[in-house]
């Protein structure tokens, strides 16, 4: 039998190559389509939108070595749609203001937060065991007070007041702003300290955790503690919450920083600054209600102490609720 020209692979070398090269690829060629057609008709999460952006990239290579190797192969054809279908859904316009604010809170923000809650938990345990560590500090040691708790406060303590009286004689909307000021540049930076690998952001949460159950003690140390409490009732557990989410988001940033997978690290760190910059949108809203209540309602007589109460763990309970529920298929929110 006569041998093949030289260069020329056999006749049935070209049916194997593409075979092979189908059984090798196909289950990636598959969940690529499955995505896309997923992605086409609704959201997805990050993690599967990496997987999306990772798989597409692959096929596009697959393509290109389907046309030079088998071109019109059934494999090619295939190829070519799917590849189609997938940049259609990655570079699609997006989507107008107005209907991209309302998927952000509707499912983007809620499917961040469940999507990340090991960042939420590291969140709250900086947050809560300074809290824990600056309340025991002072009630076994109450001289420590003098590190862990503001001169001014300090005073007022010594004086037999609260130092939040004044908010009383000041106008609600400026009293208003500068709590929302001053709380969302202590959220900002728990975000932004992300970039230190989240080292920033987790003793950020903690010295503030120190401080408020430093201040918590020592005021009842000096027989405060009722009226601080009654003060900080109603808008402190939505504060606090808000801070948990600017941390977390924080902690999401830092993700991308430290653990980039197969992703290049500036590219892994876009993707997370996206997904974290979803939870700040959340943490500041949050945080100029809180400040809103803080101004009117926590200062005043308007409320008992115990009215205060059941509102300031219901803004938070429903914030939470909202997070944990929103953007689930065939799941209203409660």
Known sequence: MPSSPAGAPAPSARPRGVAAFVRERRAAWERLAA????????TLPL?????????????AGDLAHARTAFPGSDAEGFLAQVIARAYGVLHRPRPRRAAA???????EAPAAFRAHLGAFGLALAALGGGLAAGA???????????????????????????????????????????????NAGVAALAFALG???????????LVNGLSVGAI?????????????????????????????LAGQGGL???AGLVDPGEWPRRAALAARGREAARLLAVAFPALGLAAAVEATVSPGPLLPAAA?????????????????RAGRPGRPIA
């Open 195 to 205: 970039l230190t690998a989240g080292l920033g952001t987790s003793a950020l949460l």
């Open 47 to 59: 993690a599967e939108v990496e997987e999306l952006d990772r798989l597409y990239r692959r096929a």
């Open 252 to 254: 999401v940033l830092a």
């Open 35 to 42: 995505l896309a057609a997923r992605a086409a008709s609704g």
């Open 101 to 107: 604010i309302a998927a952000l809170y509707r499912d």
């Open 216 to 244: 918590l003690v020592h005021s009842a140390q000096g027989g405060l503690g009722p009226g601080l409490l009654s003060f900080v009732a109603a808008h402190g557990p939505l504060e606090l919450g808000a801070l948990l």
């Open 136 to 182: 025991l500090t002072v009630l076994v040691d109450p001289a420590a007070a003098a590190v862990l708790v503001p001169a001014p406060i300090r005073d007022a303590v010594a004086a037999g007041r609260l130092w939040t009286d004044g908010l009383l004689s000041a106008a609600p909307g400026l009293a208003g702003g500068a709590i929302l000021h001053h």
């Open 308 to 324: 205060k109460a059941v509102l300031g763990l219901g803004l938070a309970a429903a914030l939470f609720l909202w997070l944990a």
